[in-house]
């Protein structure tokens, strides 16, 4: 990370390329010290204005898979989770990625895969708390927009959503404690709203 930040200027592109997909396979649960480290430096490669303009790409096809990986474990903390966080806010700004792709991705985690079924409680904590991130880095307007996205999924009252409207509550949660949500006409009701709902039911 200090060899980026003092010589970046002097780092070819082919050279960066390697980095990054030495990186990617660093990242994982079995060891959440090296992989905080990997997210870190991921995230001086794509903050460097010098550096080759195609990290973000770069990043994005090697690294995002493994984060998005990732972030469906139940071992996710401390270092390693505040990295991942940081390490969103900073795809985001980069190159070649949009706020959408990346927000769809995410939620997406979140759907039961046939390899590993459902994703764990832990799991929906470390995925709100990047959703949120994500949102706050992407601006206002984007970070809006989000947040009634959420809102409207609470307000289907269908009921066969529940494990949805759960995610989207922990999400406006996180999103919340960052930022001052009460220009959003009648987010509280619908927040209270939703308890009386589907969780109703998973209660029954």
Do not use: W
Request: hydrophobic share 45%; aromatic share 4%; charged share 15%.
């Amino acid at each position: 990370n200090s060899l980026i930040v003092a010589y970046g200027d002097k780092i070819g592109s082919t050279a960066y390329e390697v980095i990054i997909t030495e990186l990617s396979t660093l990242i994982s649960d079995s060891d959440l010290h090296m992989t905080a480290l990997a997210l870190e430096l991921c995230c001086t490669l794509m903050a460097d204005r010098r550096s080759i303009q195609n990290v973000g790409l770069t990043v994005r096809n090697k690294v995002l898979p493994q984060a998005l990986t990732l972030i469906r474990s139940s071992l996710l903390q401390g270092q390693a989770l505040s990295a991942l966080q940081s390490f969103f806010a900073a795809l985001v700004y980069s190159a070649n990625t949009s706020f959408d792709a990346l927000l769809e991705s995410l939620l997406s985690t979140a759907k039961p895969s046939p390899q590993s079924g459902g994703i764990a409680k832990q799991a929906l904590f470390s995925l709100a708390q990047c959703v949120a991130v994500l949102c706050l880095a992407a601006g206002d307007q984007k970070c809006s927009a989000t947040v009634k996205m959420l809102t409207d999924i609470l307000k289907d009252d269908s009921g066969t959503n529940s494990a949805k409207q759960h995610l989207s509550l922990l999400c406006l949660g996180e999103i919340g404690r960052r930022k001052d949500l009460s220009s959003h006409a009648h987010i509280e009701n619908i927040v209270i709203e939703s308890f009386q709902s589907p969780f109703e039911e998973i209660k029954s």
